[in-house]
């Protein structure tokens, strides 16, 4: 008797009890559902919530696997000295050793997340009597990819636990969300441990113990170096192909770049809130170069260094094209009509780098604008809604006239 029969004589065995939805998740993850609708269908199609979750993780793993690279990278950057004028094809980047390190620091940190988020969702559906939701399993491949790669794992838990709980069952569950879940358990630990996630040293596995080296690197971000105003200390091919101290999925523009091309061409992200969230980012910092320009602000300001950068590469560090493209994007948080979407992805974009160059204490802004707008997107999508039936209105008593 094979492992699918075996699993439906569960689902029959416990079926109706507290139990069931237990039996039903693993199930439906493993295949197809047994259940089909049996007329009265409007809409026919082959995809499901489980399948455009599966979409969204394989848009990802790409940056997965370049973050254990890059974190084994840093790592010997960190001990050894950094190379410069890498190219994305070199060996020294794409070795074995490399990749075994972000292996051994990254796995542990997917294996948190996926373990505790799971079991949470596992536990509501049997108290709650319902199915168990797949909303999760984007939710688990996020967290890992956002957060510093040196993170105790037992802070990890605890926020994947608040994340869950409270930006999500406590509003009914998947697709009841006002907040992406990701991001509050990302807001969580910088809330909650500040200097793990702001520190100057968190952002490379072993930086601590290196420090004290002649050729050591420090594990701070670019942000946090600009935000200081010291110089800038690694390419335009650096930040694009991802060869910086970072989040362990964030740093690779290009990955990101191919991933948004991915989910634009499959159809589950939007390009209306990816576009439209670069056009405000380039805005705002375009208004800051200009600021610096006409000298309203001096070199002494500790606003200078971000300030002066120039406004196009606002997206090639940082957070930013990774919560553009991954985070914004979320279906359930996000604005629903056409023109919210304009609206809000621009918002986005333009309070990321607000936030950026004016919080020195914490020089990354696409969280906290992405969940300011999480709020505002149904009000967003209220007067858009309004607005085409006012419209609508004067046209119709024009024609009646």
Not at 40 to 53: S, W
Not at 287 to 312: D, P, R, Y
Request: hydrophobic share 50%; charged share 15%.
């Amino acid at each position: 008797m094979g492992l699918k029969q075996n699993l439906h004589n569960l689902k029959e065995k416990y079926k109706g009890t507290k139990m069931a939805p237990a039996f039903n998740a693993i199930h439906t993850f493993l295949y197809l559902p047994n259940e089909t609708t049996h007329g009265g269908t409007h809409i026919k199609a082959a995809d499901d919530l489980k399948r455009t979750m599966n979409i969204v993780i394989m848009a990802l793993v790409p940056c997965l696997i370049f973050g254990m690279f890059n974190a084994g990278y840093q790592h010997n950057a960190a001990i050894n000295g950094f190379t410069e004028g890498m190219s994305f094809f070199s060996g020294d980047f794409w070795n074995m050793n490399n990749f075994l390190i972000g292996l051994t620091k990254i796995l542990p940190l997917v294996i948190v997340s996926y373990g505790v988020g799971l079991l949470i969702e596992f536990i509501f559906a049997v108290i709650k009597g319902h199915e168990v939701e797949e909303g999760y399993l984007v939710t688990g491949m996020l967290v890992p990819l956002i957060v510093p790669v040196d993170l105790p794992l037992w802070m990890l838990a605890v926020a994947v636990a608040f994340g869950v709980v409270i930006g999500k069952e406590v509003f009914g569950g998947t697709g009841m969300n006002i907040l992406n879940p990701a991001l509050t358990i990302r807001a969580f630990l910088f809330f909650a441990y500040p200097t793990w996630m702001s520190g100057d040293k968190v952002w490379v596995h072993g930086a601590v113990e290196a420090a004290g080296t002649a050729d050591a690197i420090s594990g701070e971000t670019i942000l946090g170096s600009l935000a200081q105003s010291q110089p800038l200390s690694y390419s335009v091919s650096d930040m694009f192909f991802g060869f910086i101290p970072g989040s362990v999925g964030e740093t690779s523009t290009l990955l990101i770049l191919l991933g948004a091309l991915f989910l634009i061409f499959t159809k589950i992200g939007s390009w209306r809130i990816m576009v439209s969230a670069v056009i405000g980012a380039l805005v705002m910092g375009f208004i800051f170069n200009q600021v610096v320009a006409l000298g309203w602000i001096g070199e002494t300001s500790k606003f200078h260094g971000l300030m002066k950068l120039e406004f196009w590469k606002h997206l090639l560090i940082g957070g930013f094209a990774f919560g553009a493209v991954y985070m914004a994007t979320d279906p359930v948080t996000a604005s629903q009509t056409n023109k919210g979407k304009w609206i809000y992805g621009f918002l986005i974009g333009f309070i990321s780098i607000m936030i950026r160059v004016f919080n020195p204490a914490y020089p990354e802004g696409v969280m906290l604008a992405i969940l300011l707008m999480n709020v505002f997107a149904p009000t967003i999508d209220y007067y858009v809604v309004q607005g085409n039936v006012k419209r609508r209105l004067k046209r119709l008593k024009a024609k009646t006239a």
